[in-house]
Each structure stands twice: as structure tokens, then as C-alpha cells.
């Protein structure tokens, strides 16, 4: 189904010391669009996704086995540097979690530590990066204020240009709404959906209509199982699985 | 996972859904019966019965649909329960039509009851017969799920087409022959019509009900 994947799991497994977490995945990510990962609380779709970008290896304990393809590579390989990981593959978290630093230093913090640009540079990177991420017109005067003066809403914008800054391919969100108000969610949203066009987004949620409303591609995760991948259109309104159908209907809890 | 009662009202409000659909097309079955017996006895008062109870029927059709946006709205269903509510939307519609060309009937059944009839009815109730089949079946089939059934009463939507166009040349074969005839030859021509367009609609629940089951919206009738 999807031509050309963007990231492609295979064989990946997830053990939280010898709790088995995520099992045997093969999942193919499209470029360029937005996918999203469900399934109810323990399901292992928040670890797939730090799978993705060796976020896991922080936790102890955890150790992984199979592949992460990221563009041919196994991200998985000695040779990767992981920082370098990082920088192509961007991550949203669920809170707003910005430096305890002006707008601007916060935006400019990821191409001044790779050292990607600076001076006239740096500043049109960070314009560039809050503009896409929709926050230009809101900050572009107080650029010198704390991140810490913004909304709610506002603060995950702000963290979404601190990952645009450093240009990665992917962009990795998880539950990047979820202490957001619906108008700051709907901004999110609209924000992923523009994003989409240059980026490949995968998204972690528990709201289900949200999934639907942004994503092109579902995953549908149970007990550390991808149970079911395809088409939003189609899962959420005829999935090929019993038990997808069960959870998206809210006939199991 | 352990069955959840997170959305047992949702449940019940379905169900109740579907039940009321359910009822409201057995008053369109009923009316549609009425509506042929009132034509064959001439009898007025059957007629304007039958009329009066489009009132139900139209009442059903305005409370079904109200609570299906409001499902909709209200608890954003999936899959499944998506489907069975777009579906009984759609499928209301229909029933509703249905109720209004047997109302049609009824007022043709008035206006042939002052003077006995040229000559007795024969393939009308034949074919009320057929169509008062399909309509029953095929709400049975949204009850029980039956695809083999919508299909088969599909399939009859042909042998219907077959007996309104042999009436429709029999009836104008009748005009020609004897113009004073018109009075009566075209309202039991009109009927007939009435009678193809009602299993028409049937062909559409059954398509309706054939997405619910499958996903997959296609005509089933070519």
C-alpha cells in the first residue's frame, strides 16, 4: 500500500526489562503525510514511536531487537550517531515544554548547538521555523520575552518551531494536544495537516477523532500488537478487525 | 480486555433506533395494504384511513432522523455504529417515500370508488402483493442482517418492472380502444406506476442495508 516508506519497522520488538512491550512490528510510514498511531493505554504505541528515535534507550531496562528503517538506514546500526538521529526526526511531547529561555533562544536553540547557523542566518531560521509552525504573527514582537509568557497553545507551537528549526524529516507527536483547549487543538491540527506537505508526521493519540480527522494512515495497537494498519477512511468506518472495531466503537475498555 | 458498559445507553438508543425504524415500516406495509384493499372494495373510508396515517408515518421519519443527527453529534460514532446510522438516515427516506406513493394509491382508490370498474383488478393486487413482499422482507433483512435476503428481494424488483409495463400496455391499449375508459384506466395506471416507484425505493433500503453490513456503497439493482 504505501509505495516508498518513510520509516519501516521490521521485526521490532521492546522489552522493558523482560516484559515483552511491542511485538514483531512491520510497519511501513508514507513520506510526506501524517500517520496515526491508536490503542488504548499500555497498548506500546507511545514506545513504537520512541522507538523511532532511540528515545527508549533512555528508559533502563529497555532494550529493542529488529529494525528501524529511516530512509535506508537502520537507525539501530553502531555507525548511527544518535544526535544526528535526532536532528532528522523531531519529537513533540503531550506537555509544552519549552527552555526556560526567551522565545528567539528557544527556536535558536537547536541550529546554535548543531551549529547549522547563526547571525543573519539564525534569524531568518527562526522566523522561518515559527512561521511554520503558525506562531509568527502572535510573537513576532516579543521574540525577547520569555517562552513562558505564552499560552498553553501557544508554548506547543513554540516547541513545534524549536523542532522545525533543525530541519528534520520526520516529525514524531505524541499526544501533542492532549492539555490543550479544543481551539488550540483544532490550531494544532491545521498546523499538522501544513506540515504534512514538507514532513512526515506520525502522531500518538488517544482521541480517536482526532486520529481521524488528521491522519491519511492508521495503526491500530493492542498489547504491544500492531493489530491494524491502512487507510484512516476506511478503518474508522470499516475496519478489517474485530478487535479494531470493538476499541474505535468503544465496546471494550 | 473485559466488555465495557461505556457505551451501553449508546446501545440502547441504536437499538430503539433501529426498532422505531422498524415500526415505522410496518406502517407503510400496512398502509400499502390498506391502500390495495380500499381500490379493490371501493371503499372510501379505508381510503381516507390510509391517508391519515401518513401522519405516523411522516412523524416517525422526523423523530428517527433527529435522533440519528443527534447520535451523530453527540456520541461521533465509528465503524460500525457509523454506518447503521448513515444507513437508517438514508433508509427512512425511502420508507417515507414509500408511505406517500400508498397514500397516492389511497386517493386513486377514492377517486375510482363512485362507479364499478370496467373490469375486475387482477395484476394490480398481484403486483401490491409482490411489492408488500419485498417491503416486509427487506425490513426484515435490516433487522436480522441478511444480505441473501436483500438480494433475492432485490431480484424482484425485475418481475415488478415486468408486470407494470405489461399493465402499462394492456391500460393504454384499453384508452385506445374505448377513449371513455381514461377516467378509469389512467389512475389504475398511475397505481401501478406508484407500485414500481415503491419497489424501487425497496431496492435502495436493500442497498443501504448491504453498506451497513459491508462498507460498501454499490447498486445492487442494474
Redesign the interface.
Given at each position: 500500500m504505501v509505495e516508498q516508506a518513510c520509516v519501516s519497522t521490521k521485526d521490532l520488538n521492546v522489552y522493558y526489562d523482560t516484559f515483552h512491550a511491542i511485538k514483531h512490528i512491520n510497519l511501513d510510514i508514507p513520506p510526506r503525510d501524517i500517520t496515526a498511531l491508536i490503542g488504548p493505554s499500555g497498548s506500546g504505541k507511545s514506545t513504537v514511536l520512541r522507538a523511532f528515535d532511540r528515545m527508549n534507550e533512555l528508559i533502563p531496562g529497555c532494550h529493542t531487537t529488529g529494525e528501524v528503517v529511516i530512509d535506508g538506514q537502520n537507525v539501530y546500526d553502531m555507525s548511527v550517531d544518535v544526535v544526528e538521529l535526532r536532528k532528522r526526526v523531531g519529537m513533540v511531547f503531550q506537555r509544552a515544554n519549552p527552555f526556560p529561555m526567551t522565545i528567539f533562544d528557544n527556536v535558536a536553540y537547536g541550529p546554535r548547538i548543531h551549529g547549522t547557523a547563526s547571525g543573519k542566518e539564525l534569524e531568518t531560521v527562526v522566523e522561518q521555523s515559527l512561521r511554520s509552525a503558525a506562531l509568527w504573527d502572535e510573537v513576532k514582537d516579543k521574540l525577547k520575552k520569555s517562552a513562558f509568557a505564552l499560552s498553553g497553545g501557544q508554548q506547543q507551537r513554540l516547541c513545534i518551531a524549536r523542532v522545525l528549526a533543525v530541519e528534520p524529516e520526520i516529525v514524531l507527536m505524541d499526544e501533542p494536544a492532549s492539555a490543550l483547549d479544543p481551539i488550540s487543538t483544532l490550531r494544532i491540527e491545521d498546523l499538522m495537516r501544513d506540515l504534512a506537505k514538507n514532513y512526515t508526521i506520525i502522531i500518538v493519540t488517544h482521541n480517536?477523532?482526532q486520529a481521524?480527522r488528521v491522519s491519511t494512515f492508521t495503526g491500530f495497537f493492542?498489547s504491544g500488537e500492531l493489530i491494524e494498519f491502512g487507510k484512516s477512511d476506511?478503518l474508522?468506518?470499516?475496519?478489517e478487525d474485530k478487535?479494531?472495531?470493538?476499541y474505535?466503537?468503544?465496546?471494550?475498555? | 480486555?473485559?466488555?465495557?458498559e461505556?457505551?451501553k445507553a449508546?446501545d440502547e438508543e441504536l437499538v430503539q433506533l433501529q426498532e422505531d425504524l422498524r415500526k415505522m415500516g410496518i406502517v407503510v406495509e400496512d398502509m400499502l395494504g390498506k391502500a390495495i384493499q380500499a381500490l379493490e372494495t371501493q371503499d372510501v373510508e379505508l381510503a381516507e384511513e390510509t391517508i391519515r396515517m401518513d401522519d405516523i408515518v411522516d412523524r416517525y421519519n422526523l423523530d428517527i432522523e433527529s435522533r440519528a443527527l443527534r447520535l451523530l453529534a453527540l456520541q461521533?460514532?465509528?465503524?460500525?455504529?457509523?454506518?447503521t446510522i448513515a444507513a437508517a438516515m438514508k433508509i427512512i427516506t425511502d420508507v417515507e417515500r414509500c408511505g406517500d406513493y400508498a397514500t397516492d394509491i389511497a386517493l386513486m382508490a377514492k377517486k375510482l370508488a363512485d362507479q364499478p370498474l370496467f373490469k375486475p383488478l387482477e395484476d394490480i393486487p398481484a403486483m401490491a402483493k409482490m411489492v408488500q413482499e419485498m417491503l416486509r422482507e427487506t425490513l426484515k433483512a435490516f433487522a436480522t442482517r441478511d444480505l441473501k435476503l436483500v438480494q433475492h428481494m432485490i431480484s424482484l424488483d425485475d418481475d415488478v418492472d415486468h408486470l407494470y409495463h405489461s399493465l402499462y400496455d394492456e391500460l393504454t391499449g384499453f384508452i385506445k380502444k374505448d377513449p371513455k375508459l381514461t377516467d378509469q384506466a389512467v389512475p389504475l395506471l398511475l397505481v401501478a406506476r406508484y407500485l414500481e416507484r415503491i419497489a424501487d425505493h425497496i431496492t435502495n433500503i436493500g442497498e443501504r442495508i448491504y453498506y451497513m453490513e459491508?462498507?460498501?456503497l454499490k447498486e445492487l439493482h442494474k
Open positions: 480517536m477523532q481521524a493492542l476506511k474508522f468506518t470499516n475496519p478487535r479494531t472495531e470493538d474505535i466503537t468503544g465496546r471494550f475498555g | 480486555m473485559t466488555p465495557s461505556a457505551r449508546f461521533q460514532p465509528m465503524a460500525r455504529d457509523l454506518r459491508t462498507g460498501e
